[in-house]
């Protein structure tokens, strides 16, 4: 099982990015995928999940109405758009899978919003 992110960057205060989870090494269609963060002396929070076939998605509360997450099974990548950024949404993105009853971890990609 394999993770990728990408996507990461330095964007303004009220910029816009997209992240992007590429999955290897199981049958991506069968499970969901979440995104989580972690800022610098902070725990992990989740940010984002969705189901195995897209129709289902929660957020955290602080990013409902401006993060979006999707997911494209015929190219087995998971999507988290992010509008309205703020300086506290800046930290490690990281993807997230649960396959098998382990739990796999992508690398993460940084994401830092300043002005």
């Known amino acids: 099982v394999q993770l990728v992110e990408s996507g990461g960057g330095l964007v303004q205060p009220g910029g816009s990015l997209r992240l992007s989870c590429a999955a290897s090494?199981?049958?991506?269609?069968?499970?969901?995928i979440s995104w989580y963060r972690q800022a610098p002396g902070k725990e992990r929070e989740l940010v984002a999940g969705?189901?195995?076939?897209?129709?289902?998605?929660n957020y955290t509360n602080s990013v409902k109405g401006r993060f979006t997450i999707s997911r494209d099974n015929a190219k087995n990548t998971v999507y988290l758009q992010m509008n309205s950024l703020k300086p506290e949404d800046t930290a490690m993105y990281y993807c997230y899978a649960r396959v098998s009853w382990s739990d796999y971890w992508g690398q993460g990609t940084q994401v830092t919003v300043s002005s």
């Open positions: 090494g199981f049958t991506f269609s069968l499970y969901d």
């Open positions: 969705i189901n195995r076939g897209g129709g289902r998605t």
